[in-house]
């Protein structure tokens, strides 16, 4: 998957998340509750495309980082709206799934590129 089908896929994240919680109930609980993943699953999207203009490999990987909590967190929010009881399960287990997807490619981005840069670090 190249830079711009990831940057789609984070972005259908965000999206889907949107209208996910337009759906919630409205009480004091699940504001702050979709306040924060609205948060951090639009932040997803909004840090690969710091990603994206990464300086360096080091840079890459710190902002990579922070995609990955962004979308940690975001899985953790889904589920806590789903144990909570806040909304069924069959909304929340697709935007559960394409963040488990993001999340596995981020994490496997990182493990490459931080490989390549120790293997460049001790070829010098």
Known sequence: MN???????TKKL????????EVLPQ????RVIINQ???????VGANYRAV??????????????????ECDET????????ESGLAKVEPIAPLR???REILAMIVA??????????SKQSEI
């Open 14 to 21: 965000g999206l889907g998340v949107i209208r996910f919680v």
């Open 97 to 99: 799934k394409e963040a």
């Open 75 to 82: 899985i953790y929010w889904l589920e806590i709206i789903e």
């Open 109 to 118: 981005s990182i493990n490459t590129v931080s490989k390549n840069l120790k």
């Open 52 to 69: 994206c203009r990464a300086k360096s490999d080091k840079d890459f990987i710190h902002k990579m980082k922070i995609v990955e909590e």
């Open 3 to 9: 830079s711009a089908e990831f940057q789609n896929k």
């Open 27 to 30: 009480n004091n609980a699940s």
């Open 37 to 43: 993943i609205l948060r951090c699953a639009l932040s």
